[in-house]
């Protein structure tokens, strides 16, 4: 709720401090006293737009500061956290204007936009019976409130589900139909191209192992005369096999008598036998594959050049030519209706979108449930409100495919109509401003367990009317008020009386300067403001006790 409010040189304040409770809190005062200029400064720390002409004369810059307490889950501590600005036991929202009309916007002493203090703003207080379209006024906002009024959020948080479920389904399948018309576009190309890969038959690593060879084959004399060379250091006349045998033979012959000591070295001679054995056989056989092919060269030649030819061709590297290849005919596999992804995506789809009907469609038969049972609640507050000719309605309208979204496929708009037989329509379009703020208030009244911000501001609700009906509005904003802070500019004495605080503006001279200046007032002397307002300028004992009968009765 809204704690305090400081202003600063707005207009006729020089310095005014309020501090504000929970319930019903009136301000009144005479025409002139400065009311208005309390909004003015208000909205000004809520990220209203301002002028320089706010600022009081002879004051280089204005400032309008408010502070509020919140509970822990509100929606302005969310998007606290989302700016990364630090939180504390007050919310404080700050606003400065220089009288050139720059301003400067602060949140808990942090430079923030302008825009961001209006969005925060938003969440915190609700001034009702201006023009401005806001709040209820916003048939934007309708279909929520008749939601949150049915206790629907359930229902629209599952039709909200259902639909991004679709849309990212319908998706999918778009991006593959989009994908098949493309291969479809490319179809001759696509066959073209992977039937000259699959003749060519790319291998992964292919490259790699033909270039080795290549590279082998044409340093083949080289190769061979050092093949043929140790060939005859290892297997020549007198070679190493030849020496490692006459070695053997002549440790054979002495094995008998040198013991279990020479064992270890025939074993050893053995081995290096095999291995030279294995050394020359790999030898002859890396020699005969020189020899095997004197074409082979050209062959591996043509080959790479193959190779390379398509890699540029197709703009891939030689390795890449196999995937690009399964790419081909994954396409190819599209457009001859064999990709079962398809067809999984298209039911998928369906299924998503069958799911979003329906709970769309119980969405929309729930809040027609609602919006009778709402529309009633309205109409009964409207009588005691001198509004017993007017009629109000919820309007819900199903929209085209098109404009299906998250919150399901209606549109809900609150209609009035303000006398018999005339057509309902938006409220801030038909009803005048005294009516609109009494419709407001009744529309609050109904919506008050569901109220989203914790503050609301009246700004004279009682206008054009007195008596029972001030009376009857009077007791809707107590009752209002049960729920959510309200505060209320009236000029009505019966409002006032059932106030829990009362706050009078007036102005006053100081220094031989005209100020506004509140001030909270006790019970006798809201005994005297409300005589006043019931008496006019000259307060008599017998507006003092009517004054006593409003707040005897209003106790």
Do not use: C
């Not at 890396?286 to 095997?292: G, T």
């Not at 007195?466 to 904003?477: D, H, K, P, Q």
């Not at 009078?504 to 005589?531: C, F, N, Q, S």
């Amino acid at each position: 709720m809204l704690a305090g409010l400081t202003v600063q040189n707005i207009v006729l304040i020089d310095r005014l401090e309020l501090s504000l409770a929970a319930g019903l809190t009136a301000l009144t005062g005479e025409t002139g006293a400065g009311k208005s200029i309390l909004l003015d400064a208000l909205g000004l720390a809520l990220g209203a737009r301002a002028e320089g002409g706010l600022v009081r004369a002879g004051a280089s810059q204005a400032v309008a500061t408010a502070a509020f307490t919140l509970p822990e889950k509100h929606a302005a501590n969310a998007i606290l956290e989302e700016q990364g600005i630090e939180r504390d036991d007050l919310l404080i929202l700050r606003r400065q204007l220089g009288a050139d009309g720059k301003s400067r916007a602060f949140v808990n002493d942090q430079p923030v936009s302008v825009a961001l203090l209006r969005k925060i703003g938003e969440t915190l207080i609700e001034i009702e019976g201006q023009f401005e379209v806001h709040g209820l006024l916003d048939p934007a906002t309708h279909r929520a409130h008749l939601d949150a009024f049915g206790g629907l959020e359930a229902a629209a948080e599952k039709t909200r589900d259902a639909y991004r479920a679709w849309h990212q389904a319908q998706a999918a399948l778009d991006n593959a139909n989009a994908e098949l018309e493309r291969a479809r576009a490319d179809e001759d190309y696509l066959r073209h191209a992977a039937g000259e890969l699959e003749l060519a038959d790319p291998k992964p690593d292919e490259e790699t192992a033909l270039t080795t060879e290549r590279q082998q084959l044409m340093h083949r004399e080289q190769l061979q005369e050092a093949i043929d060379a140790a060939h005859g250091e290892l297997a020549g006349e007198r070679g190493a096999d030849r020496a490692l045998a006459a070695a053997s033979r002549r440790l054979q012959r002495i094995a008998d008598k040198a013991g279990a000591g020479l064992e270890p070295v025939t074993g050893a001679l053995d081995r290096a036998a095999a291995e030279l054995a294995e050394g020359i056989a790999g030898l002859q056989r890396l020699a005969a594959s020189l020899d095997a092919n004197p074409n082979r060269l050209e062959k591996l030649d043509d080959r790479l050049n193959l190779l390379r030819e398509l890699a540029r061709k197709h703009r891939v590297p030689v390795t890449g030519l196999t995937d690009l290849l399964a790419d081909l005919k994954r396409r190819l596999a599209l457009i001859e209706g064999r990709s079962a992804d398809l067809g999984a995506l298209k039911k998928a789809a369906e299924t998503s979108l069958a799911a979003y009907r329906a709970a769309a469609t119980a969405l929309s038969a729930a809040r027609a449930k609602a919006a009778k049972a709402m529309d009633a609640a309205v109409n009964k507050e409207l009588p005691p409100l001198k509004l017993e000719k007017a009629r109000f309605a919820t309007r819900i309208e199903i929209l085209g495919e098109a404009d299906w979204g998250e919150g399901g496929w209606d549109r809900v708009q609150f209609q009035v109509a303000t006398n018999p037989g005339a057509t309902p329509g938006p409220i801030n379009r038909i009803a005048s401003g005294g009516e609109l703020a009494r419709f407001m208030l009744a529309l609050k009244v109904t919506l008050a367990s569901n109220q989203p911000v914790p503050t609301l501001v009246f700004d004279e609700v009682d206008s054009g009317i007195g008596g029972a009906t001030a009376a009857a509005v009077g007791e809707r904003l107590r009752r209002l008020a049960k729920k959510v802070q309200v505060l209320v500019i009236t000029h009505s004495p019966q409002v006032a009386a059932l106030a829990q605080n009362h706050l009078r503006v007036e102005k006053r001279t100081v220094k031989g300067k005209i100020a506004t200046a509140t001030t909270p007032l006790d019970a006798a002397e809201r005994r005297e403001e409300i005589a006043r307002m019931l008496s006019g300028a000259v307060v008599t004992d017998e507006a003092r006790a009517a004054a006593d009968k409003l707040l005897v009765g209003a106790a």
